[in-house]
């Protein structure tokens, strides 16, 4: 069978599972559900199973991508591995794959605050220099995130913002960090309700 993209979400108490465990979870699922998954070849053969874009440890999500080559499957592959899944992780849908997980360029998110985020999104929308220390391989750089975000609508304590993925990857743990060196509050919860090409073309 051909290379299949599932779509899941990573919801509640699931969102404090590492990307390492996550892909654990799924592949022991696909065993309980009897799903051969195809393995690499050679002295250490693995799952051909990926999923893109690592979220961070606590952020939940609603397009999570898991890319899988499997050898035989049901009709309904979502039907057949949920309920070998923990609260949480619950795949949406499967088909296969249009774009490759190379092109993910851009994430919508929705930030939840404690209260009202207004003085956040004057901060954000106003576009002056955020800048924070982002650690890359070359060590700790500083990275003006000011031109990667763009506000696209609050509603009293929720701020939704589409954050760019890749190049550079920039996460809800730096936009936190640029709140709190402006003196203002963190949000106390994060969701990541999309992925997009360069062109903002959904990806799935």
Excluded at 32 to 61: D, T, Y
Aim: with cysteine.
């Amino acid at each position: 069978m051909p290379e299949l993209r599932l779509r899941f979400e990573k919801t509640g108490k699931a969102a404090y599972l590492s990307h390492l465990d996550v892909l654990r979870t799924f592949q022991r699922a696909f065993i309980r559900a009897g799903i051969p998954v195809k393995h690499s070849e050679g002295f250490n053969p693995h799952p051909k199973m990926s999923i893109a874009a690592p979220l961070q440890l606590g952020c939940e999500s609603v397009c999570e991508v898991l890319d899988v080559q499997i050898l035989s499957g049901p009709a309904d592959l979502p039907a057949a591995l949920n309920p070998a899944l923990p609260e949480g992780l619950r795949v949406l849908g499967a088909g296969e794959p249009v774009l490759g997980v190379g092109k993910i360029a851009w994430a919508d998110w929705e930030l939840t605050f404690e209260r009202d985020c207004a003085e956040a999104e004057s901060l954000l929308r106003a576009g002056k220099p955020l800048v924070v220390e982002k650690k890359t391989k070359r060590g700790l750089n500083p990275l003006d995130l000011a031109p990667h975000i763009r506000v696209l609508d609050r509603e009293g304590e929720i701020l939704r913002l589409r954050i760019r993925a890749a190049e550079p990857t920039v996460n809800t743990g730096d936009v936190s960090r640029a709140l709190e060196n402006c003196g203002l509050p963190a949000p106390r919860k994060c969701r990541r309700t999309a992925l997009y090409d360069a062109d903002f073309k959904g990806f799935a």
